[in-house]
């Protein structure tokens, strides 16, 4: 199976900021990769696939890149709404497809 | 509106089995490929099982094989979890996804999800 592994595991940050997060496959996954969105108790939202590709309704001051095994979710301004838990998700080999273990983004 | 509603989640002991439903609306369902996905208190997403749009192609995690069940029936728009010999380390948020099916190859990746469903094996 592919590990995901992502970083930094938590992080404090003002509105405003700009945050980026990263993410490594443990073999190379192409571009099949997305970017979930989670706030507590809900369920998570698909931010981007295909490593940088905006699902729809998603603002625009998240972006993705990287492909082969290296990722990064951006997110530009960040916003009030935007504190919650990402994830990132391989969807190139499977059984199983698997998550990163996450990536908490906290205020300061 | 896509809806994906879980149910029948709740406390069985350790042993003891449990049926998951998912009912879906807002889309034609038997179009889509769908998955299971569980989430244990305080951890991260783990993925639990995959079937396709029309039954005929199934996999598990290696953590569940032989012990869950995955099904549907396209004709009422749900979709089941059939969990047996259920572990304490089974205890988790159980959430229903739908696959992004405007993407090609992606079976795994989940555009839609339900609300979720608890499940607790504790005696």
């Known amino acids: 199976a592919i590990r995901i592994t992502q970083s930094p595991s938590s992080l404090s940050a003002s509105t405003g900021d700009r945050v980026t997060i990263t993410c490594r496959a443990s073999?190379?996954?192409?571009?099949?990769l997305a970017w979930y969105q989670q706030k507590p108790g809900k369920a998570p939202k698909l931010l981007i696939y295909?490593?940088?590709t905006l699902q729809s309704g998603v603002p625009s001051r998240f972006s993705g890149s990287g492909s082969g095994t290296d990722f990064t979710l951006t997110i530009s301004c960040l916003q009030s709404e935007d504190f919650a838990t990402y994830y990132c998700?391989?969807?190139?080999?499977?059984?199983?497809?698997?998550f990163g273990p996450g990536t908490k983004v906290d205020i300061k | 509106e896509v809806q994906l509603v879980e149910s029948g989640g709740g406390l069985v002991q350790p042993g003891g089995s449990l049926r998951l439903s998912c009912a879906a609306s807002g889309f034609t369902f038997s179009s889509y490929e769908m998955n299971w996905v569980r989430q244990a208190p305080g951890k991260g997403l783990e993925w639990v099982s995959y079937i396709s749009s029309s039954g005929s192609t199934i996999y598990y995690a290696d953590s569940v094989k032989g012990r869950f069940t995955i099904s549907r029936d396209n004709a009422k728009n749900s979709l089941y979890l059939q969990m047996n010999s259920l572990r304490a380390e089974d205890t988790a948020v159980y959430y229903c996804a739908r696959v992004a099916g405007y993407v090609e190859a992606a079976g795994g990746l989940l555009d839609y999800w339900g609300q979720g469903t608890l499940v607790t094996v504790s005696s």
């Open positions: 998700q391989q969807y190139y080999s499977y059984p199983p497809w698997t």
């Open positions: 073999q190379g996954i192409s571009s099949y």
């Open positions: 295909a490593a940088s």
